[in-house]
């Protein structure tokens, strides 16, 4: 497949209306409340896709005057999204679960409800591992939302299936419900982690311990010159890019062209160490104690 991510969303747009065709079926053959609450939570699946297709190309677009540093952005967009639609899946698989708690109802053809069931779950498995893998490598944060929220309808159509397998064993029909219930709880869980991931993005949350480590070691190298030192250390994500800046401290008697020249050789090894990474530096004397000083915080 052509690794654009487009290409990847425009295939999750396609199997999350099959998906839910399928499951609105199962759900008329049998009239289960666990598949209806199924096909509910697909449902959020068509309008992550769309919001995910929608997003990238506006994450794909290249830098501009009004957007000096790029859209990438937009991607958390899309992760928060589909963590609000996932909220509304619970939410309507409970309105139609709770009344069935003390109103069950029977379930009709159940065979026929799983086995559709079934295929709309291998055909969600399928392309939400293919997600995952190309948002890895592609390090989108949209596909990789996306691949987690079909992953979440996975984990719902088993936990309905096993609900159902269970109804038709005991003849509980209330079990229905409850395992709906489960499924609302369970999908609410993983809305709530969308959510505040999509928060942290759109938050300049800095780099994770292990980036950081990378980072420190390269650094490390350059202080055992013995006449560098860095400052004001920061890093921050956004979506597939990494940017770090720092201060640069140097003898002052240093030349212009020999500060310029240690900063290309730390921007060359940490480009060897870490890719996408887009860094900014500022070098300073390292006997003046203002460049010491921490930055300042503007505030209006």
Not at 157 to 163: C, K, Q
């Amino acid at each position: 497949m052509n690794s654009s991510p487009l290409r990847y969303a425009g295939l999750s747009i396609a199997a999350a209306v099959v998906v839910l065709g399928l499951k609105l079926a199962a759900w008329k053959v049998s009239g289960s409340v666990g598949l209806l609450s199924d096909a509910l939570e697909t449902l959020t699946n068509v309008g992550g896709a769309l919001m995910a297709f929608t997003m990238l190309r506006i994450a794909l677009q290249p830098p501009d005057e009004a957007h000096a540093y790029g859209h990438g952005k937009a991607e958390y967009f899309s992760s928060g999204f589909e963590g609000m639609l996932i909220f509304v899946a619970a939410a309507l698989i409970a309105i139609e679960a709770i009344p069935r708690l003390t109103d069950p109802q029977p379930i009709e053809s159940p065979g026929l409800g799983l086995g559709i069931a079934v295929l709309a779950s291998l055909i969600n498995l399928g392309v939400a591992q293919l997600l995952l893998k190309a948002g890895r490598r592609l390090h989108s944060v949209s596909l990789t939302a996306d691949g987690r929220h079909l992953m979440t309808d996975v984990w719902t159509t088993v936990g309905v299936l096993i609900g159902l397998g269970l109804v038709v064993l005991s003849g509980w029909l209330w079990l229905d419900a409850a395992i709906a219930l489960l499924v609302a709880t369970h999908v609410l869980f993983e809305g709530y982690k969308l959510i505040r991931e999509a928060a942290h993005g759109l938050m300049d949350s800095a780099w994770d311990a292990d980036d950081q480590a990378q980072l420190n070691a390269v650094l490390d190298r350059f202080r055992t010159e013995g006449d560098v030192e860095f400052h004001a250390i920061r890093t921050r994500r956004a979506a597939a890019l990494r940017f770090a800046d720092f201060h640069v401290l140097v003898p002052g008697g240093w030349s212009v062209q020999r500060g310029h020249d240690l900063i290309e050789r730390i921007e060359e090894a940490l480009a060897a160490k870490l890719d996408r990474l887009v860094v900014s530096t500022h070098l300073e004397p390292a006997e003046d104690p203002r460049s010491y000083e921490g930055r300042p915080m503007h505030r209006s």
